[in-house]
Each structure stands twice: as C-alpha cells, then as structure tokens.
C-alpha cells in the first residue's frame, strides 16, 4: 500500500543536483549541489535524524560539487565525481567521510578512471558503481565503472564494467538483487527527446539486457530502492512539448515505481511499472532515498534551488512498528 506524500522538515537551504543517501536506521545526508541566481557551488553537508525530523550542519566536502553522485558503503559515505565550481570542473575526484567517526573529516581517495559529471551511482554491498554522464570534452558516456572496497588491497581501485547499451545523462541507476538496473535519461544530440529506454546488468555474467521501458520518457529525475527492491522514479524533465521547445520546459509530478523481474536481470521478465502517488509539486533536479519505509525527495526546481523535502509511506498497512 501507498500512501499520500508528506511534508518533512525543510532544508536550510534550497539546491538542486545534489545528492542524498540514507544510513542507519534513521539517517539521511543531503550533500553538494548548488543554487541560483547568481550561482551558488556547495560542498557542504547536511545530516537529517529522521526521529526528530530535523536537519543540522555536518563537515564540508574538500571541494564543491554537483551533478554528481554518492553512496553509503558500510560507515563510508562516497562522494563520486561530478561538477566543481573549481578547475578542471569536470572531475574525476572522489572522496569519503566515515560516519563512525566521531568528528570525523572527508578524505580524498582513489579516483574514477574517467571524470564524469551528470552521471549516477548506486551501491550494491561493498561496491559502489557509477555509470554514464558527460565526459569533460561534452560527450554522453556509456561507461561504467565499480569500486570494491571490500578486497583487503593495499590500493584498491575504480574498475571498468561492461558499458550500457545506450549512453545516458541525468538518468536513474538502482542496483539490486545482483544487478543494476539504468533507467530513462539524456541520449546524444541537442534535437533529442529523453529515453524511455531501461537497461538491466546481470553483474554474475557482466551482460546487459532490455526490460520494461518507462512509461513515459524523462530525464533529470530522482531514483530510490525500497527495501522490498521496488524501484521509484520521481519527477523529471518529460518529452518535449514540440521540436523547437527548450528542454526541460516543463516538469513532470509523476512517479513510478519498477518492479525488477523476479530474481534481478538474469530472471525471467522484463519487470513492469506502475503510476503511484504523484509528488507534492512538479519537480526535477532532486534527490531521493529510501529510509524506514518512507522514500524521500529533497530540493529540486528549475529557476533556482527549493528548500522542500517529502516523504512516501511505502509499507504495507500495519508493517511499521
């Protein structure tokens, strides 16, 4: 059962392309991102309890980012690549903060093999992954690459996956079930209508595979995995009203939730999709996770950077405790 959106504590401050991520049982990190006019890069961090549905200041990054992506891996929070409002702009950094560590600082670590911005990450038990995006030269990527920490390597590094069947900006990527799964997103070429397409890794055999296509094509909208592995997609930038329209001219209040073929992409199916309670307000440039059975989506906007967080109650009726 799903149930109507709901109003959680505002951000301090408003940003768009920034990144949100869950951990614990009662954590979210909202981190980077930036705001306009005039433009405004962040590399701070915020930390919402979500027991007491408030936000406060956490360290700030080592530099400013945005079209980004991150992730928790055990204590670490990753922060992957993206957009600086520092030279070379397109970076291929990475850094992480314990948050086991009282105190605790970002560090840098090892680099991505290719600088990325507009790209997405998900995390899969100590791997984290980051696929598509813009490479610095303005090409929309098919690479993805991975990041273990779990091997006791003395230097472990970024390693390169099989590409995706289709380049892809601002797109979705949710990993579950030994798979990942690249949804909807910006193909080459400025006259180009978002991708309805969705791609499915089977990461035991390194092949991707088509599933079921969104319902309607988007970019530039936030992805979260419920723990039961149901995929929500939210808001969005949708096709173009006509040929000569800008993109992103409107915004979509849409979500989807994906359910994966059953035993990931090496199952049977395609998955399949279904229409769920429609976000507060049209959005895009947000981000969302899943924490305590609620799904959760932070600022966003169009024209500058909104200060809203929502949450949706996706338990079934009488689950939560």
């Given amino acids: 059962m799903v149930h109507s959106w709901q109003q959680a504590a505002t951000l301090p401050t408003g940003r768009l392309n920034h990144c949100l991520v869950a951990a614990g049982s009662d954590s979210l990190y909202v981190v980077g991102g930036y705001n306009y006019p005039p433009p405004i890069y962040f590399n701070t961090a915020l930390h919402f309890n979500a027991t007491e549905n408030a936000w406060a200041s956490g360290p700030n990054m080592t530099t400013t980012r945005d079209s980004f992506g991150c992730g928790v891996v055990g204590s670490m929070l990753m922060a992957v690549g993206g957009e600086s409002g520092d030279y070379p702009f397109t970076t291929n950094s990475v850094e992480r903060l314990d948050l086991n560590e009282p105190g605790g600082q970002w560090a840098r670590m090892a680099s991505l093999q290719q600088a990325r911005q507009g790209h997405s990450v998900a995390t899969l038990g100590s791997t984290i992954f980051a696929a598509g995006g813009l490479d610095p030269s303005g090409n929309i990527m098919a690479s993805v690459e991975a990041f273990d920490s779990a091997p006791a390597s003395a230097e472990p590094a970024w390693q390169l996956l ?18 990942l799964y690249a949804i909807g997103g910006m193909q080459p070429g400025l006259d180009q209508d ?79 999709w279904a229409a769920v309670a429609q976000l507060p307000q049209a959005n895009a440039w947000s981000a969302a996770a899943a924490l305590g059975g609620y799904i959760y989506n932070t600022g966003g906007g169009l024209t500058y950077g909104r200060n809203t967080s929502y949450r949706l109650d996706v338990m079934a009726k009488g689950e939560r405790q």
Avoid: I
Avoid at 162 to 179: D, E
Avoid at 194 to 204: N, T
């Fill in 162 to 179: 099989a590409p995706m069947q289709a380049p892809r900006l601002y797109f979705g990527l949710a990993a579950g079930n030994h798979s």
């Fill in 194 to 272: 978002p991708l309805a397409s969705v791609e499915g890794l089977d990461l035991s055999t390194g092949r991707w595979r088509p599933l079921a296509p969104l319902p309607e094509p988007r970019e530039r909208m936030s992805v979260a995995v419920a723990a039961d592995g149901t995929v929500y997609v939210m808001g969005g930038c949708p096709k173009r009203a006509t040929p000569d329209a800008d993109p992103c001219d409107a915004l979509l209040s849409s979500v989807l939730a994906f359910t994966p073929p059953a035993g990931g992409v090496s199952g049977a199916g395609l998955g399949s």
